[in-house]
């Protein structure tokens, strides 16, 4: 149990086009999920909680309004990417969590996004 | 300073060996400690979950906590080739589905056959 999806796996996109990111909770609701953004090398970086129903909360220097969340459902929350350019490229991975599940945070394996 | 300071590798050993990984921290409002595993481009995967100091094992891992010394440790026990991946910590003030994790570099551990 405890699977979270991302889709797509990887995406090629063009300069100052927007990409969406989709982030599921197969079989559990998530109260809460969260996006992190990885560089080569480097560790997680936190971008932003959201939780079902309400308004993400952003970490500082992260803007949001090239990054936008929505979390619609308890399984489901998109990561767009607006006027998407080359140093947005980077490997994006959610993670999905809940009381019911010891509060442990499961992740999703990662989306590669390139921007041309 | 980082909040969690993890010692990037890449740590090298031959199969069988015990691989040893740590963790320091500087902020004593952590309270729950995590080690995940992550091969490259793939997601974390939890490995232990701790949050009172001591030891605590399972199958061949076995995870330590001093909160006195603030610092935390996993052990490999028979280690593998498929262990070789990155070892991420991880560390959280408060227990509840929101909580913020707050993260180390990562180790790099490759396991040689």
């Known amino acids: ?13 063009k300069s100052g086009t927007s990409v969406k990111i989709e982030c599921r909770s197969l079989d559990f609701q998530a109260t809460t999920m969260f996006w992190y953004r990885q560089f080569p090398k480097q560790s997680l970086m936190l ?5 079902e129903g309400s308004k993400a909360t952003y970490e500082q220097g992260v803007e949001k309004d090239k990054f936008l969340i929505n979390h619609a459902s308890l399984t489901l929350s998109t990561l767009t990417v607006t006027s998407a350019h080359p140093e947005d490229s980077s490997f994006y991975i959610c993670s999905a969590a809940t009381s019911g599940r010891n509060n442990e945070q499961f992740f999703g394996p990662g989306t590669r996004l390139t921007v041309l | 300073q980082k909040e969690v300071e993890q010692d990037p590798g890449p740590l090298s050993v031959p199969e069988g060996a015990i691989v040893s990984l740590n963790c320091t921290y500087s902020n004593s409002a952590f309270q729950y400690f995590m080690w995940y595993r992550q091969y490259s481009r793939k997601g974390p995967e939890l ?3 701790t949050y009172s100091s001591g030891n605590k094992e399972d199958g061949r891992f076995t995870a330590q906590v ?3 010394s603030k610092y935390i440790s996993l052990f490999i026990r028979d280690s593998q080739p498929s262990d070789s991946a990155t070892y991420l910590c991880a560390m959280s003030r408060i227990k509840a ?4 994790l707050t993260f180390g570099g990562g180790t790099r551990v490759l396991v040689k056959p």
């Open chain 1, 1 to 13: 149990g405890a699977v979270v999806s991302q889709h797509p796996s990887w995406v090629i996109c």
């Open chain 1, 47 to 51: 971008m932003a909680t959201s939780n």
């Open chain 2, 66 to 68: 001093d909160k006195s």
């Open chain 2, 47 to 49: 490995l232990m979950y």
């Open chain 2, 97 to 100: 589905a929101g909580n913020k």
